[in-house]
C-alpha cells in the first residue's frame, strides 16, 4: 500500500507532538542537602509530600531490606505507600525485626518475628511515615523505612546528592526527612527543565 505523502507528513507531525509534549510534562528536580550538627548527609530522604486528590500505584517488585554481619542493610530505605518489602536474613544467625511505632503511632507497631538464615519475610507498608527498625536479638541493629506519599523521592548519597526524576509538571512541597535532623519543607515548581534545589537540615 502507497501512503501518501502528506499522511505521513501528518503522522510525524503528531509524533512530534506527543514527544515534544512527554518532555514539557515532566521533569526533575536535583540537588544537594547540606547537613549542619549530623554526622553525614548521606541518607536523608527527600520527596514530594502527598499531591491531593492523586494517589499512585504501588510497584509489583518487591524491595529488600537484608540483614547482613549484623547490619540492616540499606540503613534508610524509601518506599512508595503500599510497597511490600522483602525482609531477608543473610546471617548464619537468627534475626528479628520489629519497629514500635510508624511516625510514633504504636497502633503500627509490629513484629515479624525471628528466622534464620535462607528465610524470608514480606510486608506490605499501608501507613505513610517512618518505621525505625530494630532486632531483639541485637539491640545495635537498626534501620529505618520511610513510606512516601508520592514516587517522587529519593534518598542522599554519600555528597548529599539526591535526584528525583519524571515529575509531573506543577507546583508541590518538597520536603525532606532524616534520622538525626529536623524536617525541612520548601514550596517547589516543576517545569520542563531539570530544577536545582538545594536544602539545609539542621540537628
Ligand atoms: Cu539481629
Known sequence: MVIPKIVSAAAIATCLLFILAGVAFAGEIKGVVTAQGMRSP???VVYIDAIPGKTFTPPTEHAVMDQKKLIFIPHVMAILKGTTVDFLNSDSVGHNVYWPAISGNKKLAH???TWPQGVKKAFAFEDIGV?????NVHSEMAAYIFVAPTPYFAVTNAQGEFTIKDIPVGKYTLKAWSEQGKPVEQPVEVSGAPTTVN???HR
Open 199 to 201: 536544602l539545609t537540615v
Open 131 to 135: 518505621a525505625p527498625l530494630l532486632c
Open 42 to 44: 548521606e541518607g536523608i
Open 111 to 113: 513484629n515479624l518475628g
